[in-house]
């Protein structure tokens, strides 16, 4: 492997470093808020809800107005926990991404390690600011609609934005000025075991996903629609005729139908999202200084936990607390396996500096 597509503090080194590390905190992130948020949070919900229902029927509507308020503030707080975990990991992806592109960006290095700060910058300073919308609200804010973690969150995106756009000139001015095979680069032409195990598995874990996806909009997209229509209105008409016991059947029946939505494309996503993780690691095995031993059985932590998370969260609703635990573990898996290669480029980054050292 060429030491100099990974020198000290290259954009290649950055990207990978710190799409992993984003990765990794957002996956952590991500399973504390399972365990401690999410559920409470949806709890929370259904009761705000089944208040508003029955102060409707009490006709107290200074009650339906504070229980609907309620509700708005516990969706927020669902909405920015859960934006802060999908970007912090997508962003690590996109990190990943433009690290395998690297010797296709036809910039001088220390342009490209700028675009890779940049691009950096802002994947950390978007979820953080909308992390911190919740929190902060409009509190002295110079607009009346946009508090300082928004404005902070969109700043963030723009550097994302910037930089990308950044890397994708460069990307398109290589192929205007070089043949394509001009560049070669060894990520690509890797055939470690842990590599085609992890390429493999996310493919499979990708198709799995598609699949997945296309049986739930065949089957069940529509008939959710449609519940959902006939609930609320259900819901509406036993208010209107006072009759409590609907209400609250309506009520459960509501909360049944939005988890079954929320497991099936929940299991969807993240059998998708863990597919194009493995895919992406298996391309910088080569950077991981781990025995093939260890590297391959790290390889198959990942897997494991990858087919483990999504497979118990479409098993929750009937299986409750345990299924929700085995997924849990499995996101767990995800992380240990994600952080020991982690650990292992960083070994790979110090022995490719020492050695360096050592020239000098």
């Not at 030491?3 to 991500?30: D, K, N």
């Not at 592109?101 to 802002?122: D, M, S, V, Y």
């Not at 001015?173 to 032409?189: C, E, I, M, Q, W």
């Not at 609930?231 to 939005?258: C, F, K």
Request: hydrophobic residues 55%.
């Amino acid at each position: 492997m060429d030491a100099s597509s990974f020198a000290p503090l290259s954009a290649r080194r950055l990207l990978v470093l710190g799409g992993i590390g984003l990765i990794l905190i957002g996956m952590l992130f991500g399973d504390i808020f399972a365990v401690f948020v999410l559920h409470q949070n949806a709890a929370h919900v259904g009761a705000s809800l089944a208040a508003a229902a029955h102060a409707a029927l009490a006709g107290n509507h200074a009650a339906v107005l504070a229980s609907f308020q309620n509700v708005g503030a516990f969706l927020e707080n669902r909405g920015t926990k859960v934006d802060t975990h999908v970007h912090m990991i997508d962003f690590g992806y996109l990190a990943l991404l433009l690290a395998i592109l690297q010797p296709w960006i036809a910039f001088e290095e220390k342009t490209k390690r700028g675009f890779a700060w940049l691009f950096l910058a802002g994947a950390a300073l978007l979820p953080v600011g909308v992390f911190l919308i919740h929190y902060v609200g409009l509190a002295y804010s110079p607009l009346q609609a946009i508090g300082w973690a928004s404005i902070f969150a969109d700043l963030g995106g723009l550097l994302v934005i910037l930089a990308t756009l950044g890397f994708l000139l460069g990307f398109v001015n290589h192929f205007r000025t070089y043949a394509p095979a001009h560049v070669k680069d060894g990520l690509l032409s890797d055939r470690s075991a842990a590599g085609r195990l992890l390429l493999a598995g996310g493919m499979v874990l990708v198709l799995a996903g598609f699949l997945h996806g296309a049986y739930y909009a065949a089957v069940d997209l529509y008939r959710h629609e449609a519940l959902d229509s006939s609930i609320l209105t259900e819901m509406a008409m036993a208010a209107a005729a006072n009759d409590a016991d609907m209400v609250d059947r309506s009520l459960e029946a509501y909360g049944q139908l939005q988890g079954d939505k929320a497991v099936k494309i929940a299991a969807h996503a993240h059998s998708i999202e863990f597919g194009l993780l493995a895919m992406m690691l298996a391309f910088f095995q080569p950077y991981v200084r781990l025995r093939e031993s260890w590297k391959l059985r790290w390889g198959y932590v990942l897997i494991l936990g990858s087919v483990l998370l999504p497979v118990c969260v479409l098993m929750e609703l009937r299986y409750g607390l345990v299924a929700g635990g085995l997924a849990d573990f499995g996101g767990f898996l995800v992380i240990l396996a994600l952080l020991a290669m982690w650990v292992g480029i960083l070994r790979y980054t110090g022995q490719l500096d020492s050695q360096a050292g050592d020239v000098r």
